[in-house]
Every structure is written in C-alpha cells, then in structure tokens.
C-alpha cells in the first residue's frame, strides 16, 4: 500500500527534527560530516527510487516524465555519492576543481525536459520523437553553455575565483528557468495535475534557495557538510520526494488544451531557434570582445563551432520529420478528401433513390387498382363472340399493353421497396458461376463469347445471396445490350482480392457509355424506348451500397465499358463468426 502524502509530510518532519538535533548535538568533525553527506545520499537515493517507481507504474508521455524525473535525481545522487566519497570514506577535502560540479548542473536538464514534456496534455497533440529531440537540444545547449561559460577557467587555465563566481551564476539562472516554467504551469493546469507541478515548484525553490545560500557559504568559506545548510537540502529532497508520492494517491488524466494553448505549443521550437542563433553571436563576443587568455579564447570558439555543428544536425534532423510528417498530412488529407467527395455522392445518390421510391411506391399502388380492371375488362371483351374480328384484335392488344404497363409497375414497386434481405456468408465465385452460367444461352444466342477469370479465391461476402445474384445478373444483361448492338464480342468476368476488398468486375468490348456518372441514376437509359426503365442499375446502386460496397462503371480507352464492384471481404475467422450468429439466430 502507497505511503499517503499526509503521512509523508509527518515522517519527513520527524526526520529532519531528529536530523537536526543530531547536527546542532554533533561537534564539528568527521562524525557530523558523515551524518549530513549520508543522510543527503539516502534522501536522494530515496528520490531516484520513488521517481522511478511512478515511471514504471505508468504508461506512455507519463511514464516519460517521471522517468527524466528519475534521471535527473540519478545524477543528483551520483553527484553527492561523489561527494560522500571524498569526504566520509577519503577523509579528504572535496577538490577543487571537482569533477562532480558538471554532473550536478546536468541534473537540472532532465527535470526541464520532463516539464516540457507537457504530460498533462493528451498525447494525440505530441509526437514522442519531438519530445525527445527537444531534450536533446536543450541538454546540448545547456552543455555548451557549461562549457562556453565555466569550463576554461576550470580546466583550461585554472581560475578559481571566476570559476566558481560563473558557475554559481549560470546554475542560479538554470534553477530560475526551471522555478519559472514550473509556476507557470501550477497556474495554468487543473485538478491532480495542477497539486503535482505546486509541489514540484516549491521543491524546486527551496532547493534553488538553498544551493544559493550554499555557494555563498563556500564563497566565504563558511560551509562544511554537516551544517545547517544541509536541514534545508534536505528538506527540498523531501519535497521532491513528496511529488511521487501525491500521484500515488491521484489520477493524473489528461487535460483539454485552453484557447492560449497555440502560444505555448510555438515556445519549444522558438527556444531552439533562439538558443542556434545565440550560438554565432557567442562566437563573435569570442574572438572580437573576449579579453581572457588566447588559449581560452581559442577554446570557446573551438566549442562554440562544435555545438553548432551539433544542433545544426538536430535542427535537420527536426526538419526532416517535419517534411515526413506534413507529407503524410497532405496524403491523409488527400485521402480524407476522396473519401468525403465519395461519401456525398453515395449521400446524393440515397437521398434520390429514397425520394424517388417514395414516390413511385404510392404511384404504382395508386396505378395498380386501375390497371387491373382495364385487364379483366379487355379479356372480358376478347372471349366476347360477338365482336368482330378487327374489335377482338383490339382487345388482345389492350390486354397486352395492360399486362406490359403491368409488369412496368410491379418493377417499379420492386425497385421501391428495396429491403434488406437476410444475409450471410457468400461465395462470391460460385455465385457469378451460377449467374454466368444461367445467361449462358442469352449469350451463346447473341454471339457473345465469356472470358471467366474467378481465380481460386476462397473468400466470402457478408451479404443477401439472392440480392447479389440479381447485381450480377443486371449488369450482365447491361452487357448482352451493349454488345447486341455491334453483333457481339467479348465480356470478360473477373473475381479478385484487392487490400481486403472482394472486387467483382465485368468488362464488355461493346461501345461503352455515354456518361458513366449518370449510369447509376434513376430513369437514366441509353436503350431504345420500351426496352428498358433505367432502374436496373439504380437497384443494383443500392443493393451494393446495402452491402457495405462500391461500384463503379467506367469506358475502356480502347472502346468498351467496366462495372466493378468492390465488397468487404470476409476473412475466415469473420466467417465463423457470422456462421454461429446465423445458427443462434436460427435456434433462437
């Protein structure tokens, strides 16, 4: 069970009064140096484990931040490992220069990459690679800074007092631009994530204020391990610590962006290009106004030359997955476009069907009451013997016009009452045998030869098998009209899998269409008047649209026209499924 945040606070109080007590009661000297550089170590090791913890309990740009949390705490505690090292185990003096003074102003680096981070912002809005190369950026420049700044009085020729008076102002400012952007944050965040970023800012403070009354201690030779500078480190320890251990108790749920969101979201990449531009300028200040020794001179430009080098390749690199990413935007969009320019055809296309089955459903009903009694009345008035012969003709012919009207009505109705059938698992290729071979003869007859290429594709359609067989059959027979009127020719039947699409395509060598984009609308016709309505291709628009497909229709440069009709295809595991649906459905 996670240790509570109030709980916390009272055993972390109890130990820095016990910690105290034990320093003011200690003489100065090696036990009192122990006892506040161990102390400090365990207070960190404990912050780097607690860090960590979080890290693995979460997932994710969360899990990010507390693992840069975690880093930054490693470095802090290897530096004060460094320190007990000397001081507790050598018994000597830390010296000066010290190796671990780098480390420590590394450490900082990770907590404002963690910051940056924005985990309380929903990862839809990052990308993890951004983040990271953001990281890397702002570790380089701070280390260059480092570098540029502290490192040749160091290293290069030793000076301590400049040394140390640059180092402790470049780490004050680096604590300061942490402090700063962790205010900003604690004001502009909600609920759980809003208490951790308060905590993490007073943490920061107090230590920020700490490390500055230290290093004025040591400037005037006041300070040594064991004194009352180290209850107030300790203390900032704890309150980092204490940040783990509230989101424990909390559910850190993302946030929604506030309207200001796009101000902050432009500081990231503006920082960077800040910090490259800086670097020439830092150059020139080097060569042209630096009055320091040449060999530090020389170093600061060989440095800063490096570290253009450097972020000169990570801003092309950041570039570069820019381009990647706006190119595949622009494919994305493209795509979206097609797919929204097709969904309001398919929208346009329903709305006429539905309108128009509306209509035609009450005019057939309207028309069929009528009809039917100019039929019985026509046959009544042919089986009458005492009409003529030329009268009797005429009835025939008024009955045959009747039951012509007849039939026309009754398709108009089947077109108007287009109802989703029961459907199941199709096979696609036995059923456009069966229909190829049912207008075997009607093709035979009209000189028309078939080139079927149905493959061995076992895949299936989720669909009405009786509704797909009459598609295959309408625009087969839209075919066998077609190709009458130049005395025949070549329908070629095709059946493939395209992407996890079932693609069913007939291609005839007739003259093709005259406007394929009207093909599928209502009452459109190229055939001769009394010949056909125009609905057949309508029903068919909408049977495929029923099955969660497309169609389409398009001429041949080399002359003759292509339907194709593309189905989900069911895969064998679907198969299995909608199999134990239908025998559910059918027990039930």
Not at 152 to 175: G, H, K, Q
Not at 354 to 362: E, T
Request: glycine residues 6%.
């Amino acid at each position: 069970m996670a240790l509570h945040p109030s709980r916390f606070l009272v055993i972390a109080g109890a130990v820095l009064v016990v910690f105290a007590g034990v320093l003011m009661v200690l003489p100065r000297g090696l036990a009192v140096t122990a006892v506040g550089d161990l102390v400090s170590l365990l207070a960190l090791a404990l912050a780097t484990c607690a860090m960590t913890a979080s890290a693995i309990g979460n997932r994710g740009q969360t899990r990010l931040f507390w693992s840069l949390l975690a880093v930054g705490c490693f470095l802090w505690t290897v530096n004060q490992g460094l320190w007990t090292y000397h001081e507790v185990f050598l018994r000597r003096d830390v010296p000066d220069p010290f190796v671990g003074d780098v480390i420590l102003f590394v450490h900082i680096v990770p907590f404002m990459a963690a910051v940056a981070l924005r985990p309380h912002r929903p990862p839809e809005e990052q990308k993890m690679y951004f983040a990271t190369l953001n990281f890397v950026m702002l570790l380089i420049w701070w280390v260059f800074l480092y570098a540029f700044i502290v490192f040749p009085d160091e290293y290069v020729i030793l000076n301590p007092i400049v040394y140390s008076t640059n180092y402790d102002l470049l780490y004050l400012v680096e604590n300061l631009v942490l402090v700063v952007t962790l205010a900003v944050f604690a004001l502009n965040t909600r609920k759980s994530w809003k208490a951790i970023y308060r905590t993490l800012f007073i943490a920061c403070s107090l230590y920020a204020l700490t490390s500055e009354t230290m290093n004025m201690a040591i400037a005037h030779g006041a300070y040594f391990s064991g004194s009352y500078y180290d209850i107030l480190f300790v203390a900032s320890v704890c309150a980092v610590i204490l940040v783990p251990v509230q989101a424990w108790h909390s559910e850190l749920t993302y946030e929604e962006p506030m309207q200001s969101s796009g101000r902050w979201r432009a500081v990231a990449p503006r920082l960077a290009m800040t910090a490259i531009l800086s670097l020439p300028i830092m150059g020139y200040w080097a060569v042209f106004v630096d009055r320091a020794p040449d060999r530090i001179r020389y170093f600061r430009l060989m440095v800063t030359l490096v570290a253009m080098l450097v972020l000169g390749a990570c801003l092309f690199l950041r570039q570069y997955l820019l381009d990647r990413q706006l190119i595949r935007l622009l494919e994305s969009s493209h795509r979206s476009l097609e797919n929204l320019q097709r969904l309001q055809s398919q929208l346009v296309q329903k709305e006429k069907l539905a309108s128009l089955g509306q209509l035609v459903a009450g005019a057939a009903h309207e028309i069929n009451n009528p009809l039917a009694a100019i039929l019985g009345f026509s046959e009544l008035l042919a089986e009458n013997s005492s009409l003529s012969g030329e009268q009797t003709a005429m009835a025939h012919k008024i009955g045959q016009q009747a039951r012509r009207t007849r039939d026309l009505v009754a398709g108009l109705l089947s077109f108007a009452q287009q109802a989703p059938g029961e459907k199941v698992a199709v096979d696609m290729g036995a059923l456009v045998r069966r229909a190829l071979k049912m207008e075997a003869l009607n093709l035979e007859s009209r000189k028309i030869r078939v080139e079927a290429a149905l493959g061995n594709t076992s895949a299936s359609v989720f669909g009405n098998a009786n509704q797909l067989f009459q598609c295959c059959v309408q625009i087969i027979d839209n075919a066998v009209d077609a190709l009458e009127e130049v005395g025949g020719g070549t329908l070629q039947v095709s059946l493939r899998e395209e992407s996890r699409e079932l693609v069913v395509e007939f291609s005839d060598s007739g003259p093709g269409i005259l406007d394929p984009k009207k093909v599928f609308d209502p009452f459109y016709t190229t055939k001769a008047i009394g010949k056909g309505t125009g609905l057949g291709l309508s029903a068919t628009y909408g049977v495929v649209q029923d099955h969660g497909g497309q169609i389409s229709c398009y001429n041949k440069p080399e002359g003759g026209a292509v339907f194709a009709m593309r189905f989900p295809a069911l895969s064998l595991q679907s198969e299995v499924k909608v199999v134990e649906a239908a025998k559910a459905h059918s027990t039930a």
